[in-house]
């Protein structure tokens, strides 16, 4: 029995995304007319300067697979495992959130205006520290919904109205 198509675990069960490709070894080198058959990647990768490239499709599945609706207090480790699992090379990042900025600069994102009311896949939020959250907030936008380590009900998460974020989208210019 040969399986030559990729196979979406998440859709039975699953906390992440994970693609399973099965091959036979005697189907190695697909013959032309196989090829004009062959199921074309629906990702889109982007690149950054450093030639890293990140999977927004990847990035938000994974975000899409965290239903959550209370925080584990790990914003940044959702965001940094999701960016992981899409492509990205993090080897030294911050523990706060509120230090992510120069990371997400370093792998193709760009900071720019605040565009909560366009957000667009990937787009990635960051609230400064504050005397009562210490580390800050990340999250990202999945193409329906804000999420960290938990799906949210919109970016505004902290209940004082005198936050500052920064705001960071993926450079598609490369």
């Known amino acids: 029995m040969v399986y030559d198509q990729p196979v979406n675990t998440s859709e039975i069960h699953a906390p992440v995304q994970a693609n399973i490709i099965v091959r036979s070894q005697s189907e190695q080198k697909p013959k032309k007319s196989s090829q004009k058959n062959a199921v074309k990647s629906t990702h889109t990768s982007f690149g950054s300067g450093t030639g890293q490239r990140i999977d927004i499709s990847k990035f938000t599945s994974f975000l899409q697979g965290i239903n959550r609706s209370t925080s584990t207090q790990k914003c940044a480790k959702s965001i940094r495992v999701g960016l992981q699992s899409a492509g990205a090379k993090i080897v030294n990042h911050p523990v706060a959130a509120a230090d992510w900025g120069s990371t997400l600069q370093q792998i193709g994102y760009k900071k720019i ?28 936008y999945s193409g329906n919904a804000w999420v960290s380590d938990f799906k949210q009900s919109g970016y505004a998460v902290y209940r004082n109205q005198n936050v500052k974020y920064s705001y960071y989208r993926l450079d598609t210019d490369n």
């Open 113 to 140: 205006n605040l565009s909560f009311d366009r957000p667009k896949k990937g787009d990635i939020y960051i609230i400064d520290r504050t005397q009562k959250n210490r580390y800050g907030h990340i999250a990202a």
